[in-house]
């Protein structure tokens, strides 16, 4: 898949350009008394492009489960947002969907400590602790009745604006975007006396344009995709974070699925996720530096030390509430196994 028509497919807060790659599209199936509709919503619109890929992955499917399962994809939010996706899986309605640990964190509490602030600042850091801890959430997610299929990420989370940003405290002076779903965010405006403006995904592009917000979290290719880029001014230079993410089944879909269904699915996930994941932070990498050369100025923080002890006391604040002492030690103690030696002086502090 070429660079410019992924940028295309990258949807919000989640791992959608992975999904949409190991999702597969309506299949045509020999025998439609035998067959099982399995029906999964993505965010993102389906594009010449991606009806190429899903042809591909519609006919590897086909031939891993002898024509016997087929896939309904509604594209491009059809079936809704994140909440509303989550809440059609509950009573059937959808299958299977991408979502991001905000929304997962509904039926996965602590997983919201993958992207715990402060924490992680390169990817070794964050495949070490995906790798350690999601079998312990994978097990929960289970049995709280979803499977979850694939981990990844959607690149560096940055901060975009229309005025310059270098200081925690110029949150107060500006008016941020809130997702609501994301109790971090809440608390992060809460600890330092900031006001968020909540607003759904689909309303960034617009509340940026007329105002309501001035300010809005997220990856460079997250902004460049959906447009939002273009209402901005600024953006951080390096990065706050990473956005992740997970692709999940309904386990009501799942469970009496066939061996050879569920083996096909494990299959063409293992063929695309780790070429997918890779090609996704490249992408993210070469976004920032295509929206430098458009005109977005980089920002510096004036005291890099500032944000992550901002950081790392909400990562302390978070304990007992989202995730525990212990989960979050252990979180710390892989990540500063990678960590250099920037990193370590902000710890040690």
């Known amino acids: ?47 010449p492009e991606l009806a190429i890929e899903e042809k591909k992955y519609n006919k590897r499917l086909a031939e891993l489960t002898n024509n016997t399962v087929q896939t309904r994809v509604y594209w491009g939010g059809a079936a809704g947002g994140e909440t509303d996706v989550l809440r059609k899986m509950r009573t059937g309605q959808i299958d299977g969907t991408p979502l991001s640990l905000d929304v997962l964190s509904n039926f996965v509490r602590e997983c919201l400590v993958l992207q715990t602030p402060a924490l992680f600042r390169n990817y070794k850091q964050v495949d070490s602790v995906r790798k350690e801890l999601t079998p312990q959430f994978e097990e929960e997610a289970y049995k709280n009745g979803y499977k979850i299929l694939v ?9 975009f604006s229309k ?29 330092i006396g900031a006001t968020g403006v909540p607003l759904d995904i689909a309303e960034v592009y617009g509340g940026m344009q007329t105002g309501m917000i001035d300010t809005f979290w997220g990856t460079a290719v997250l902004a460049a995709a959906l447009q939002w ?16 993410g997970a692709v999940v089944f309904r386990r009501g879909a799942w469970d009496p699925l066939p061996d050879t269904a569920k083996n096909a699915f494990r299959a063409i996930i293992e063929e695309r996720s780790a070429e997918a994941q890779q090609d996704i932070r490249e992408m993210d990498d070469k976004a920032y530096k295509r929206l430098t050369e458009r005109g977005l100025k980089p920002l510096d923080a004036d005291d890099e030390a500032e944000w992550w002890a901002a950081g790392k006391a909400l990562r302390r604040r978070l304990v007992g509430r989202i995730y525990t002492q212990a989960l979050v030690d252990k979180a710390e103690s892989i990540a500063l196994k990678h960590a250099d030696a920037q990193q370590l002086k902000f710890f040690n502090k």
């Not at 981990?151 to 901060?159: P, Q, S």
Request: hydrophobic share 45%; proline share 4%.
């Open 1 to 47: 898949m070429k660079t410019r028509t992924s940028l295309r497919i990258v949807s919000a807060i989640v791992l959608v350009a992975l999904a949409a790659a190991l999702v597969p599209g309506s299949s045509t199936v020999a025998s439609a008394d035998e067959q099982q509709i399995l029906k999964f919503a993505v965010m993102v619109p389906r594009t």
């Open 163 to 191: 005025q310059k940003i270098t200081k925690v405290a110029d949150f107060k002076k500006i008016r941020p975007w809130l997702y609501p779903e994301s109790e971090m965010l809440k608390e992060f405006y809460k600890q």
């Open 151 to 159: 981990w990844g990420d959607i690149g560096r989370l940055r901060i």
């Open 229 to 244: 880029a273009k209402t901005a001014n600024y953006m951080s230079r390096e990065g706050l974070g990473f956005i992740s």
